[in-house]
């Protein structure tokens, strides 16, 4: 659907009453650009400006409610008295009578009071009136009242205020009535065509006019019509009715515009872009909007759309669309610019009513008829058909190439559901002389084999056609001869240069070279004979059209998106009717990968931490003061995952705060800190339920006293807490320490903390990092020690190393024999992340042999598993981050030697002891003490016996290959 018209400048969101200025921008948009009126009420309240069903007493009573819609009801009784003043003073100075200025009053309330109850009923009631089917709404309701409480109103006291005189004898004879009869009949006109046109349309307002001025429309009732002045005076009739015509043409507006329209179309003040109304034709308004297309395409275009909207001056935005579109040196893609321009996917006429909300009818389908020479749109008040045919002869009436294609993408547009959800065949044939006529113009040979390609894949109804797909794809910058140009593109899509040649439509390129690839899919599939290379050879073309279809959706607009995902559809189907008779011969696809390398593990797949866990529940469990704690321990022992799996564990009673330290980034200083915990806090409250707690704003954390500020944080949240605990998960703590070195944050946050728990003794601190607190070289660190209790984190027990391996997930269907568990807990110790790092490459291994290559695989590994795939050359690297981490921080410890330690030890898979260490690396025995310690404390080496060895073998076999001896 069509997009609500937005107004091209800013609009008051409220209207003032007291603000005389706002009456005259009501009056305005009443008798100038009703546009505006719509759009005020939109942005004022979008869920009340369409509904119909809550009765009259009900949307009466919502209208009421809101500021913006109040306002314009108090403004229109002042609005009408004083336009009802102004024309009754000039209308009597012409006639020559005197003002009766009670008449005037009357007249205004009783045409404010008709005015606003027919405009209301039209749009709550439930009336069948030509009024009410074209005001079905708040919206219709709303603007009719309001421009027939204005416009009805000053008629209403026009007539009264005058004809009083008149009927009192004040002017007598032919030539007063028909003084009198004149005025009344361009007052009257103009009224009711402002009141029809803001709702029904500009047409249907100028039509009615029209029509009631040529049966002689005005009696005492200036809206009703002039039945009675006719019968009783026939000059006065006449003149009522020729002028009542006049004023539906707005010819008084008219006479005034025309030295605007003459003199300002340089400086964008052209009366035919502000008269919404506007009838007659203005001079230079083709000129007018040609320059401004030529200034500043963009800025052209809106204005384009807004008087498109206007049949009676959309000769103008044709005549000067299709000029710059023939006089440009790039038309096509002046063409495809103008239907993706987002401020023509608007509707065409502001809805106010059910037929409105629900039409598909566009400004963008409506230039491009315009180009075409086509009239479109749907019977309003007085058939805007007339219009069309009236203005006609304004057009440009050229006919070429251009404009049949402008003929085709406006069918293809108008076709865009039935392309893409249609069931029946769809011929894009119908069109291939719009198309191929465009080979003369730049990018126009791109344009004639992108629809010759899409064509040919449209109509392939087997699966054996796809595979012949890549001779449709061409190349962009061989124009001329389409089936030249054909003849030369045999071969695969990647031979094309689609993003460096084409010029108008390289996504429509690059996806039709994307279809050639999934024919090189099919063309294997057949070339194979192998059953496993079939469906994988399938497998590949499906994806390839599932990621093109989600490429298609964000990257190709209207109208070859629907095309192409009518190709895709087509060829999907007939991919997945192929797959189900060759997949009934193969075992079900390729197995779920459940082991876990870079996220953290949670839920099921969280194991082997049982006893960590337990100790957390006995420190945590108890009511009363609970410690925080320090969880520590070396790179990817599955810290994180502890922290991430807190909440399954406690319950509902406790509230995890989530406060990673690599997240959170360099702070400026400790307000930003607090700050950034705090909002962390906050979050999570809410998240959990937890009401009554104001969101913390940055302002409140001075740099001054920003522990004040989160201490104060604390308190305010303390009676909403509703007796849970809250435990803050800082994760990679260490990083704190950089901010102090770096002059970000002071030691005194740590006693800040040490405070803090103990003050509230639910506010409990759970660091992980690398180190325990003891290990730390600074001694801010010390108000720490004694507040805070360490659990270590290191390798998993071999029962828990056997059960990730077996069970990463309840489903995992492959097994493993026990040489291969038992391979794989040697080689890594229950270390989790290479434990979890085998597994998967298992999986993938599994999965490529047997669903890439077509191999028969036993669903179990063996211990000669395990060896291939730690010597394949890329399973160091996708451990480097663990290999390289431990060796970065042996080499950053603050005893030097321990890299000279490793290098030595790694060629010795049995190890070795202390004394042939110190004769290996020469270090003395006390620094050899120094440079050990470390190493044992953080999980690097172990003493086994008299000798020392890497705790991971895969860890040692590492070192010899990347930093041997």
Same mark, same amino acid.
Not at 49 to 62: H, N, P, Q, S
Not at 73 to 82: A, H, I, Q, R, T
Not at 118 to 127: H, I, P
Not at 606 to 629: A, C, D, H, N
């Given at each position: 659907?069509?997009?609500?018209?937005?107004?091209?400048?800013?609009?008051?969101?409220?209207?003032?009453?007291?603000?005389?200025?706002?009456?005259?921008?009501?009056?305005?948009?009443?008798?100038?650009?009703?546009?505006?009126?719509?759009?005020?009420?939109?942005?004022?309240?979008?869920?009340?400006?369409?509904?119909?069903?809550?009765?009259?007493?009900?949307?009466?009573?919502?209208?009421?409610?809101?500021?913006?819609?109040?306002?314009?009801?108090?403004?229109?009784?002042?609005?009408?008295?004083?336009?009802?003043?102004?024309?009754?003073?000039?209308?009597?100075?012409?006639?020559?009578?005197?003002?009766?200025?009670?008449?005037?009053?009357?007249?205004?309330?009783?045409? /404010?009071?008709?005015?606003?109850?027919?405009?209301? =009923?039209?749009?709550?009631?439930?009336?069948?009136?030509?009024?009410?089917?074209?005001?079905?709404?708040?919206?219709?309701?709303? /603007?009719?009242?309001?421009?027939?409480?204005?416009?009805?109103?000053?008629?209403?006291?026009?007539?009264?205020?005058?004809?009083?005189?008149?009927?009192?004898?004040?002017?007598?004879?032919?030539?007063?009535?028909?003084?009198?009869?004149?005025?009344?009949?361009?007052?009257?006109?103009?009224?009711?065509?402002?009141?029809?046109?803001?709702?029904?349309?500009?047409?249907?307002?100028?039509? #009615?006019?029209?029509?009631?001025?040529?049966?002689?429309?005005?009696?005492?009732?200036?809206?009703?019509?002039?039945?009675?002045?006719?019968?009783?005076?026939?000059?006065?009739?006449?003149?009522?009715?020729?002028?009542?015509?006049?004023?539906?043409?707005?010819?008084?507006?008219?006479?005034?515009?025309?030295?605007?329209?003459?003199?300002?179309?340089?400086?964008?003040?052209?009366?035919?872009?502000?008269?919404?109304?506007?009838?007659?034709?203005?001079?230079?308004?083709?000129?007018?909007?040609?320059?401004?297309?030529?200034?500043?395409?963009?800025?052209?275009?809106?204005?384009?759309?807004?008087?498109?909207?206007?049949?009676?001056?959309?000769?103008?935005?044709?005549?000067?669309?299709?000029?710059?579109?023939?006089?440009?040196?790039?038309?096509?893609?002046?063409?495809?610019?103008?239907?993706?321009?987002?401020?023509?996917?608007?509707?065409?006429?502001?809805?106010?009513?059910?037929?409105?909300?629900?039409?598909?009818?566009? /400004?963008?389908?409506?230039?491009?008829?315009?180009?075409?020479?086509?009239?479109?749109?749907?019977?309003?008040?007085?058939?805007?058909?007339?219009?069309?045919?009236?203005?006609?002869?304004?057009?440009?009436?050229?006919?070429?190439?251009?404009?049949?294609?402008?003929?085709?993408?406006?069918?293809?547009?108008?076709?865009?559901?039935?392309?893409?959800?249609?069931?029946?065949?769809?011929?894009?044939?119908? =069109?291939?002389?719009?198309?191929?006529?465009?080979?003369?113009?730049?990018?126009?040979?791109?344009?004639?084999?992108?629809?010759?390609?899409?064509?040919?894949?449209?109509?392939?109804?087997?699966?054996?056609?796809?595979?012949?797909?890549?001779?449709?794809?061409?190349?962009?910058?061989?124009?001329?001869?389409?089936?030249?140009?054909?003849?030369?593109?045999?071969?695969?899509?990647?031979?094309?240069?689609?993003?460096?040649?084409?010029?108008?439509?390289?996504?429509?390129?690059? @996806?039709?070279?994307?279809?050639?690839?999934?024919?090189?899919?099919?063309?294997?599939? #057949?070339?194979?004979?192998?059953?496993?290379?079939?469906?994988?050879?399938?497998?590949?073309?499906?994806? @390839?059209?599932?990621?093109?279809?989600?490429?298609?959706?964000?990257?190709?607009?209207?109208?070859?998106?629907?095309?192409?995902?009518?190709?895709?559809?087509? =060829?999907?189907?007939?991919?997945?009717?192929?797959?189900?008779?060759?997949?009934?011969?193969?075992?079900?696809?390729?197995?779920?990968?459940?082991?876990?390398?870079?996220?953290?593990? +949670?839920?099921?797949?969280?194991?082997?931490?049982?006893?960590?866990?337990?100790?957390?529940?006995?420190?945590?469990?108890? +009511?009363?003061?609970?410690?925080?704690? /320090?969880?520590?321990?070396?790179?990817?022992?599955?810290?994180?995952?502890?922290?991430?799996?807190?909440?399954?564990?406690?319950?509902?009673?406790?509230?995890?705060?989530?406060?990673?330290?690599?997240?959170?980034?360099?702070?400026?200083?400790?307000?930003?800190?607090?700050?950034?915990?705090?909002?962390?806090?906050?979050?999570?409250?809410?998240?959990?339920?937890?009401?009554?707690?104001?969101?913390?704003?940055?302002?409140?954390?001075?740099?001054?006293?920003?522990?004040?500020?989160?201490?104060?944080?604390?308190?305010?949240?303390?009676?909403?807490?509703?007796?849970?605990?809250?435990?803050?998960?800082?994760?990679?703590?260490?990083?704190? +320490?950089?901010?102090?070195?770096?002059?970000?944050?002071?030691?005194?946050?740590?006693?800040?903390?040490?405070?803090?728990?103990?003050?509230?003794?639910?506010?409990?601190?759970?660091?992980?990092?690398?180190?325990?607190?003891?290990?730390?070289?600074?001694?801010?660190?010390?108000?720490?020690?004694?507040?805070?209790?360490?659990?270590?984190?290191?390798?998993?027990?071999?029962?828990?190393?056997?059960?990730?391996?077996?069970?990463?997930?309840?489903?995992?269907?492959?097994? #493993?024999?026990?040489?291969?568990?038992?391979?794989?807990?040697?080689?890594?110790?229950?270390?989790?992340?290479?434990?979890?790092?085998?597994?998967?490459?298992?999986?993938?291994?599994?999965?490529?042999?047997?669903?890439?290559?077509?191999?028969?695989?036993?669903?179990?590994?063996?211990? +000669?598993?395990?060896?291939?795939?730690?010597?394949?050359?890329?399973?160091?690297?996708?451990?480097?981050?663990?290999?390289?981490?431990?060796?970065?921080?042996?080499?950053?410890?603050?005893?030097?030697?321990?890299?000279?330690?490793?290098?030595?030890?790694?060629?010795?898979?049995?190890?070795?002891?202390?004394?042939?260490?110190?004769?290996?690396?020469?270090?003395?025995?006390?620094?050899?003490?120094?440079?050990?310690?470390?190493?044992?404390?953080?999980?690097?080496?172990?003493?086994?016996?008299?000798?020392?060895?890497?705790?991971?073998?895969?860890?040692?076999?590492?070192?010899?290959?990347?930093?041997?001896?």
């Amino acid at each position: 659907m069509p997009n609500f018209p937005t107004y091209r400048s800013a609009l008051p969101a409220c209207l003032n009453p007291l603000n005389p200025r706002h009456y005259l921008l009501l009056a305005a948009w009443v008798f100038f650009q009703p546009t505006a009126l719509k759009w005020h009420l939109y942005q004022a309240a979008p869920e009340l400006y369409y509904e119909a069903d809550a009765g009259w007493k009900g949307l009466v009573g919502k209208i009421w409610q809101i500021k913006a819609y109040r306002h314009l009801w108090l403004m229109v009784p002042g609005l009408s008295f004083v336009l009802s003043s102004l024309l009754a003073v000039s209308v009597s100075w012409l006639v020559g009578t005197p003002v009766n200025w009670q008449g005037v009053v009357v007249g205004v309330v009783v045409g /404010v009071v008709v005015g606003v109850v027919v405009g209301v =009923w039209s749009g709550v009631g439930s009336g069948s009136s030509m009024l009410a089917s074209e005001a079905d709404g708040v919206a219709g309701g709303v /603007v009719l009242g309001m421009a027939f409480g204005v416009v009805v109103g000053v008629a209403g006291g026009v007539a009264f205020g005058v004809a009083f005189g008149v009927a009192f004898g004040v002017v007598s004879g032919v030539v007063g009535g028909v003084a009198f009869g004149v005025a009344l009949g361009v007052v009257a006109g103009v009224a009711y065509g402002v009141a029809l046109g803001v709702v029904g349309g500009m047409v249907g307002g100028v039509a #009615y006019g029209v029509a009631l001025g040529v049966v002689g429309g005005v009696g005492e009732s200036i809206v009703g019509g002039v039945l009675d002045v006719v019968l009783r005076d026939a000059a006065v009739g006449a003149a009522v009715g020729v002028w009542l015509g006049m004023g539906a043409l707005r010819l008084p507006f008219y006479l005034l515009q025309l030295f605007p329209a003459l003199f300002s179309r340089r400086r964008g003040q052209h009366p035919v872009v502000w008269d919404e109304f506007g009838v007659l034709p203005l001079p230079f308004s083709r000129a007018f909007l040609l320059h401004q297309l030529q200034q500043e395409e963009a800025e052209g275009l809106r204005l384009l759309v807004s008087v498109s909207r206007n049949p009676c001056q959309r000769w103008a935005a044709q005549a000067a669309l299709q000029h710059y579109l023939h006089s440009h040196d790039q038309p096509l893609q002046v063409l495809y610019r103008l239907i993706e321009a987002s401020v023509v996917d608007e509707y065409l006429n502001t809805p106010v009513d059910w037929y409105d909300w629900h039409s598909r009818l566009s /400004v963008r389908q409506v230039l491009l008829a315009e180009l075409n020479q086509r009239w479109v749109g749907r019977f309003t008040i007085g058939d805007p058909r007339w219009v069309y045919r009236l203005t006609r002869p304004l057009r440009d009436r050229r006919v070429t190439p251009l404009t049949h294609f402008a003929g085709m993408l406006h069918d293809l547009l108008e076709a865009q559901e039935q392309i893409e959800t249609g069931v029946e065949p769809f011929d894009l044939a119908r =069109w291939r002389a719009s198309y191929t006529d465009l080979q003369t113009y730049p990018g126009g040979a791109e344009l004639a084999q992108m629809f010759a390609a899409i064509d040919a894949f449209l109509g392939y109804r087997q699966l054996k056609q796809l595979s012949s797909a890549s001779s449709q794809v061409f190349h962009p910058e061989q124009g001329g001869d389409t089936a030249g140009s054909r003849r030369s593109a045999q071969g695969t899509a990647s031979s094309l240069s689609v993003a460096q040649h084409a010029i108008v439509r390289p996504a429509v390129l690059t @996806a039709l070279g994307q279809l050639a690839d999934v024919g090189h899919h099919i063309k294997a599939y #057949y070339d194979s004979t192998s059953r496993a290379n079939k469906q994988a050879a399938l497998l590949r073309a499906t994806d @390839a059209l599932k990621a093109l279809d989600q490429d298609v959706q964000t990257r190709v607009t209207a109208p070859e998106q629907a095309l192409l995902r009518r190709i895709i559809r087509q =060829w999907q189907a007939l991919i997945i009717t192929e797959g189900g008779l060759v997949g009934r011969a193969i075992q079900a696809g390729p197995v779920s990968n459940p082991y876990i390398l870079n996220n953290p593990a +949670e839920g099921e797949r969280f194991v082997g931490r049982e006893e960590i866990m337990r100790r957390l529940e006995e420190l945590w469990t108890p +009511e009363g003061q609970i410690p925080s704690v /320090v969880i520590y321990g070396h790179r990817r022992m599955g810290k994180t995952s502890i922290l991430h799996n807190l909440g399954r564990r406690f319950g509902p009673r406790t509230i995890i705060v989530d406060f990673n330290m690599q997240r959170v980034g360099r702070v400026r200083d400790e307000a930003d800190l607090l700050y950034q915990l705090a909002l962390h806090i906050y979050d999570e409250a809410v998240a959990q339920g937890l009401s009554g707690l104001e969101e913390p704003g940055e302002d409140d954390f001075s740099v001054e006293r920003p522990y004040l500020s989160f201490t104060r944080f604390l308190k305010r949240l303390d009676p909403v807490r509703a007796g849970r605990r809250l435990i803050i998960a800082i994760d990679e703590f260490e990083k704190l +320490e950089t901010q102090i070195e770096a002059g970000h944050l002071t030691p005194d946050l740590f006693e800040f903390w040490r405070g803090t728990f103990t003050t509230f003794p639910w506010f409990v601190l759970a660091f992980a990092g690398l180190y325990s607190l003891e290990e730390r070289r600074h001694d801010y660190w010390h108000p720490l020690f004694g507040a805070v209790t360490g659990i270590r984190v290191s390798f998993l027990s071999p029962e828990a190393a056997r059960r990730l391996i077996i069970e990463p997930s309840p489903d995992f269907d492959l097994d #493993y024999d026990e040489a291969a568990i038992e391979h794989i807990i040697a080689l890594t110790n229950g270390q989790p992340f290479l434990v979890q790092l085998i597994g998967h490459t298992l999986v993938s291994r599994f999965n490529r042999l047997s669903f890439e290559e077509g191999r028969e695989q036993a669903r179990r590994f063996e211990r +000669e598993d395990v060896d291939q795939v730690i010597a394949a050359p890329e399973f160091f690297r996708d451990g480097e981050a663990y290999f390289s981490g431990v060796w970065n921080q042996a080499e950053r410890g603050q005893a030097t030697g321990q890299l000279q330690v490793l290098r030595t030890l790694a060629p010795h898979p049995e190890g070795l002891t202390r004394e042939q260490l110190v004769a290996a690396t020469g270090l003395p025995d006390t620094e050899l003490e120094a440079v050990l310690k470390p190493l044992v404390r953080h999980d690097v080496i172990a003493l086994n016996g008299t000798h020392y060895h890497f705790t991971v073998e895969l860890m040692r076999r590492w070192v010899v290959k990347r930093h041997p001896a």
